[in-house]
């Protein structure tokens, strides 16, 4: 019996001993299956390496925190079974633009390792903003912002004149149509005030008590003969009338954008001492918005010329008043105007980006002002001729140059109208105040401007006419009168004599000047003017 009770027992305790067994066996195996089993599987021993998530912890949190990395950076934080090689089809950006794009990838918490190798969904990755520009190439993208040049004002040619600065709103595209900096992105326009083109050369003088010239009285250009105010004149006003077209507003000069358009080019110009005072007028304006000594100036030579260093361009003056050809016999020293011959000076002038030529004047001096004795014409000598006739004949020979040995797809070729003279009754001494009324402007001899524009319309070369005649036919006040030379050397008969034909510097030749640089910028301005 008691056998039977010993026996019963240990059954019983073995029953126990198995039974807490398998207790603790099946929730072990239960839990093993957790997706937060990873402490209980290390207990058993049983290790289940995670993949390449699991080296997430070795990352700081400093590397989470790098908000402008670009896409290919991406790969710094793992995520399992993303393959981030392919993040461009992810975030729309083509494969070059990452590198310069900023992108923030916000992550709502850290991944963490999933131990189930099932796949995972993938990381959420917002992008604030560079989606807007997916389809821009990266090289445009490089430079956005760039300065800006305003046009109201006379900078200096050493600064940069690039693009206006663009603003990038999500709804426009940036300009990418980037030119070398140193071109010209805007351009004045006239501003017309009808449907109609506009001929600058027909308005009026308005007075400005502000205004004052672009350069001073000190430019070495100026001749003394021209330097009113260095000699002495006591008023000013005559520098402070501006022309203004009747039809339409034209741009102020701007000397930066005149460099930019002779950037590495040669401009002469060519004619009498009414030339000499309109190019000394644009080599001042543009000397006097440079230093010094990037400029090369020439006064006592010929060609008289100022050249800038920075800008590779040239602006020459040839005086020759006739355009042909003029000799002295050596055998009885006869003066000889050749009418039938270009000048000897013009092989000088061929190759030149831009000419502005003039003559006139000096085919209607008389007595001791006539600087010939004889004309020649096809061989044969004439003591005496109509002036216009002969004139006429002059400037056929220059019409016939220009169409043989200008190249008219490099070459713009102005021809700039007679300047008026102020005598007799219009004397221009001790004037300050230019003719208002149209009605009482000096008679002028027209049959020379026919004669000029009619032989311009015959060419082939499209020739520009500056018709600043009558504009300048206004402006009695604007001589140098007595004030042609210091005020300490005045003589007496130089009061009975005044210069009424040149004009002060500063002064109207700068308003040529300006309607030269204005037909240089738009191709709308009085075209039957310029081109006739």
């Known amino acids: 019996m008691a056998m039977i009770t010993i026996s019963t027992i240990k059954e ?4 126990s001993i198995t039974a807490s067994f398998m207790g603790c066996i099946i ?5 093993n299956h957790s997706h937060d089993s990873t ?9 289940m390496e995670p993949s390449e998530p699991s080296k997430l912890n070795k990352h700081s949190d400093s590397a989470l925190q790098n908000t402008s990395t670009s896409p290919t950076s991406f790969g710094q934080f793992p995520t399992p079974n993303v393959e981030f090689s392919q993040i461009s089809e992810l975030t729309g950006f083509p494969d070059s633009a990452p590198q310069i794009m900023n992108t923030s990838v916000l ?6 390792p999933n131990t189930e190798f099932s796949e995972p969904s993938k990381p959420k990755m917002e992008f604030s903003g560079p989606s807007k520009l997916t389809d821009y190439p990266s090289s445009a993208l490089q430079n956005t912002t760039t300065s800006t040049l305003s046009f109201d004002q006379f900078p200096r040619p050493d600064m940069e004149t690039a693009r206006p600065e663009m603003e990038i709103s999500e709804p426009s595209k940036p300009n990418m149509d980037f030119h070398e900096p140193s071109k010209i992105i805007e351009n004045p326009k006239l501003m017309n005030h009808s449907n109609e083109k506009c001929d600058i050369f027909d308005g009026k003088w308005v007075y400005d008590p502000e205004g004052k010239p672009l350069y001073g009285p000190q430019c070495p250009f100026l001749h003394d003969q021209v330097s009113c105010r260095r000699n002495g004149r006591p008023d000013s006003d005559y520098e402070k009338w501006s022309w203004q077209p009747n039809e339409c507003e034209i741009p102020r000069f701007n000397v930066t954008d005149m460099f930019e ?33 990037r400029s090369h100036i020439e006064t006592n030579r010929i060609p008289r010329s100022f050249r800038s260093k920075d800008y590779n361009c040239s602006v020459e003056f040839y005086m020759n008043p006739f355009l042909v050809q003029t000799y002295v016999n050596k055998t009885d020293g006869t003066r000889v105007l050749r009418l039938d011959q270009i000048s000897d000076s013009a092989r000088r002038w061929q190759g030149a980006d831009i000419m502005v030529f003039n003559t006139g004047h000096w085919w209607m001096h008389k007595g001791r002002f006539q600087s010939w004795d004889l004309f020649q014409y096809k061989g044969k000598l004439v003591e005496e001729m109509e002036r216009e006739s002969a004139f006429g004949m002059g400037l056929r020979t220059w019409a016939r140059w220009v169409d043989r040995y200008v190249d008219r797809t490099k070459t713009t070729v102005f021809f700039r109208s007679l300047s008026p003279q102020h005598s007799g009754q219009h004397y221009c001494y001790n004037q300050s105040q ?11 001899p027209n049959s020379m401007a026919r004669i000029v524009e009619g032989r311009i319309r015959r060419m082939r ?5 500056l018709n600043i ?3 300048s036919q206004y402006r009695k006040d604007a001589h140098p009168s007595i004030y042609s030379s210091k005020r300490e050397k005045l003589m007496i008969n130089q009061k009975q004599s005044p210069d009424c034909s040149h004009w002060c510097l500063p002064g109207l030749p700068d308003t040529w000047t300006m309607l030269l640089y204005v037909s240089m910028v738009s191709s709308n301005s009085s075209s039957w003017h310029l081109m006739v």
Do not use: H, Q
Not at 275 to 280: E, R
Not at 461 to 465: A, F, H, I, K, S
């Open 461 to 465: 070369t499209p020739v520009r006419y």
């Open 107 to 112: 992550f709502s918490e850290p991944p963490r």
């Open 12 to 15: 019983r305790w073995k029953l």
């Open 27 to 31: 929730p072990v195996l239960f839990l």
């Open 39 to 47: 402490n209980l599987s290390a207990l058993l021993g049983i290790r």
């Open 261 to 293: 358009r002779l950037r590495g080019k040669r401009l002469i110009m060519v004619g009498d001492s009414l030339n000499g005072n309109m190019w000394a007028s644009l080599a001042c304006l543009l000397y006097s918005a440079i230093p010094p000594s």
């Open 469 to 471: 005649t009558k504009l």
């Open 434 to 444: 230019p003719i208002l009324d149209e009605f009482l402007l000096p008679p002028f």
